[in-house]
């Protein structure tokens, strides 16, 4: 993949942080069809004239952070710091593609590293993960990135096809093969030939169906119903899963030699909780898909980053994208994103289930913890949060190891979620009787 390349003066004004962009397109978007500028430059068309350029974005310095994309599709980004997580956040979301991936996570990266490796050769793929985590997203990535770009790519639901139906859809039928068959279809496997298919939650299948789908796989041909003879087809597969297939075939749900099939090489995608570097590109980049007005799109502040931060995500990327669309709404015209305009679909629980009932007080508008005095959804959620940490590291006499291990998370993972609160501005105190503060 080409990579991008910066003159000197552009490089001396946005160098830190395009460099650091630059680092990671060049492993996610293809380089080739986009130019960076500097837009307090004179414009005078694209670098190069032996390839198409599909995307401009232009940077600039200020005091305040800014994204606008054009009529024309060119995107300005404006950014205060450098060096800052919500500064990069924001580049490479302008820097991607509509169908292209958004990661900032070094496991992230790896993934779509290897990925891009598995991309050049034509063996099935098994993506592991929980629902929501861009399963879809990194099959098109394999596809995108192989010498089958240019073939179809299909994707297929398996859970959202009916049952009785999954076997025609799948392998096509002829006129008159069945009740209602007035005209034939050539099937999914048959529209995938020269491209790929993608079979996602494919532990949906039934057993009976798994046994077809895996002489399919086998022999590269397809049989339709009310056919006698097969058909070959040409196409690479692409099997995805939010259960645990192992255990599907110990339990008999799932055959063993079809998952041997898939299972070829697996990659598995963790959920957002535990990427939460991919958080910031990923909420920058709803941001700009569904803002009311892309002249004006409202950028997340560095107290919501850090609300987004704290929060679980049990739905994943398509809870994000939810926070985002009521955050968009409740922010109007606002230029900036804060906690207020932060609501989630469920509030996030850090301290386990199995601890006493009433351990926190109820909510007093003269709490400390409420810094605004209201009862707003998210500050509800944000201050609960902040009680349990604090009350936590208190119960411990503000030792982190033993808070940490109370909370069920890593000490590295308390002292971030520390950070991230003081940058919110919820005041975080030495525990009571403690000397020398948190430990």
């Not at 596809?143 to 859970?159: E, K, L, M, T, Y």
């Not at 040409?234 to 998952?259: K, M, S, T, W």
């Not at 041997?260 to 709803?286: G, H, K, S, W």
């Not at 609501?343 to 996030?348: C, E, I, R, T």
Request: hydrophobic letters at 45%.
């Amino acid at each position: 993949m080409a990579e991008l390349v910066f003159e000197t003066e552009f490089n001396r004004r946005h160098g830190p942080i395009a460099h650091r962009a630059a680092a990671i397109a060049g492993s996610l978007f293809d380089c080739s069809a986009m130019e960076l500028h500097d837009a307090d430059a004179p414009f005078t068309g694209t670098a190069s004239t032996s390839r198409v350029v599909k995307r401009i974005v232009r940077l600039a310095r200020g005091t305040q952070p800014a994204l606008v994309r054009s009529a024309s599709g060119t995107i300005d980004v404006t950014y205060a710091d450098p060096v800052s997580e919500a500064s990069l956040a924001m580049l490479l979301a302008a820097m991607a593609g509509p169908d292209e991936p958004i990661a900032a996570d070094p496991e992230s990266l790896s993934v779509f590293a290897l990925a891009d490796r598995l991309a050049k050769s034509d063996i099935p793929v098994l993506i592991n993960g929980p629902t929501g985590t861009g399963k879809e997203v990194l099959s098109r990535f394999i596809h995108a990135r192989s010498a089958r770009r240019d073939g179809p790519f299909i994707a297929v639901n398996c859970a959202a096809m009916p049952e009785t139906m999954l076997e025609a859809m799948l392998f096509g039928h002829q006129k008159g093969a069945f009740t209602g068959a007035t005209q034939a279809s050539e099937g999914f496997m048959r529209a995938a030939d020269g491209g790929t298919l993608l079979l996602d939650e494919i532990a949906e299948l039934p057993l009976a169906l798994q046994a077809k789908l895996l002489r399919a796989l086998q022999e590269q041909e397809v049989v339709p119903i009310g056919a006698s003879r097969p058909i070959k087809v040409d196409l690479r597969v692409i099997a995805c899963a939010n259960r645990d297939l192992p255990i599907e075939v110990a339990q008999g749900r799932f055959r063993a030699d079809l998952y041997y099939r898939l299972n070829v090489f697996p990659l598995t995608l963790r959920p957002l909780r535990e990427r939460a570097d991919d958080i910031a590109p990923l909420a920058f980049a709803m941001a700009l898909r569904h803002a009311p007005d892309p002249a004006g799109v409202p950028c997340l502040g560095n107290a919501a980053l850090a609300m987004l931060k704290l929060h679980a995500w049990p739905g994943n990327v398509r809870e994000l994208e939810n926070v985002l669309r009521r955050a968009l709404l409740l922010a109007q015209a606002k230029a900036i994103i804060t906690p207020e305009h932060i609501v989630f679909d469920s509030p996030a629980r850090l301290i386990p289930a199995t601890l006493p009932s009433g351990r926190f007080p109820p909510l007093d508008p003269a709490d400390p913890f409420d810094v605004e005095g209201t009862r707003k959804l998210s500050s509800i959620v944000q201050n609960s949060e902040a009680r349990a940490i604090v009350e936590t590291l208190e119960a411990c006499g503000g030792n982190r190891l033993r808070a940490a291990r109370e909370l069920g998370i890593s000490e590295r993972t308390l002292r971030y979620r520390l950070a991230s609160m003081r940058e919110a501005g919820i005041p975080i105190g030495p525990p009571r009787g403690a000397m020398g503060g948190l430990r």
